[in-house]
């Protein structure tokens, strides 16, 4: 009998792998959907890039693959970053990060040659945000002014911040929750390093997850949910084994549907039965997307 995440993992694949058109900016079905294009596309390029590197890649994803391979040539791709100013630099630095293997570089090096370099430097962001940027930078072998991991980690969200007190309601605010989860994929470069905090960082860093993900069951939080359970395993820990784990993976279960979508970043604010492809897969893919993420990488052995 499968696991859990088996479960989870299969599903998952299944369902983005029946609507990559969605993901493809540029193809018909894409076009009749409200959802950020050129953020999908950025977050199918992560789980090809992370699954890649597992010691059993799935071949459920291969077609994804290949798309990705096909979008990250085509010039028209990186030109859609600019629709979304707040983030275009951002997106520019992900995108030449996760460019696949063996491919044509021409755009990727175009897009690197239009970011800012103050852009690249710690002038005027949060410790946060200079965690993302180097762990990009790095990553895409770009140079940056960013300060060593060592240096940020003390004011890292992992580290500062600290949980409301029980009865106050969430412990902690929407961003601050998704900070806390980004922040530990970036410094444990998804699963693949340990971040490196000392004993009592990780213990207050583990307490706040545990405090988060209990949140998170309790009101059926399906998308920080998964982030939790891998923000759990990044820190060292078997998230089956800890009761809150446990019930955030069992609470993935439940709401995973028959075809393998999760239909919503909550129960609150999934996609209602009636809605159209587009607007199913605007609600559902980001989700489905990291609880496949979440399952791949927990099930998978630890890199040695």
């Known amino acids: 009998m499968s696991s859990p995440l ?35 596309a950025l977050e199918l390029a992560l789980l090809c ?9 799935p071949q459920a994803l291969g077609e994804a693959g290949a798309l990705v391979r096909k979008l990250w040539q085509d010039p028209d791709l990186p030109r859609l970053f600019a629709d979304v100013p707040k983030y275009a630099s951002t997106y520019g630095l992900i995108y030449a990060a996760l460019a696949p293997d063996a491919i044509d570089g021409t755009q990727v090096r175009a897009t690197l040659a239009r970011l800012d370099p103050e852009f690249l430097s710690p002038r005027g962001k949060s410790p946060y945000q200079r965690i993302e940027i180097r762990h990009y930078a790095d990553k895409a072998g770009v140079r940056h002014t960013v300060e060593p991991y060592a240096e940020l980690l003390p004011h890292s969200p992992l580290v500062a911040f600290r949980a409301a007190e029980p009865g106050d309601g969430a412990p902690l605010t929407e961003p601050q929750a998704y900070a806390v989860t980004h922040t530990a994929f970036y410094l444990g470069d998804f699963g693949r390093t340990a971040p490196r905090l000392g004993e009592d960082a990780l213990a207050h860093a583990l307490d706040l997850v545990d405090r988060l993900l209990r949140h998170c069951v309790e009101h059926e939080r399906w998308d920080l949910a998964a982030e939790l359970v891998l923000t759990r395993f990044i820190l060292g820990s078997e998230p089956l084994d800890t009761p809150s784990g446990a019930a955030a993976v069992e609470c993935l279960v439940r709401a995973q549907r028959p075809d393998g ?25 980001h989700t489905t997307l990291v609880t496949a993420l979440m399952a791949l990488i927990v099930s998978s052995p630890r890199p040695s």
Request: hydrophobic residues 40%; proline residues 6%.
């Open 6 to 40: 088996e479960r989870l993992s299969a599903g998952a694949l299944g369902w983005l792998g029946g609507n990559l058109d969605y993901f493809d900016p540029f193809s018909a079905s894409s076009g009749s959907a409200t959802h950020g294009k050129a953020k999908a």
């Open 261 to 285: 979508a999760i239909p919503g970043r909550s129960a609150a604010l999934a996609a209602h039965p009636s809605a159209s492809g587009g607007e199913f897969f605007g609600k559902a893919y």
């Open 49 to 57: 890039h992370c699954a890649a590197r597992l010691a059993d890649p």
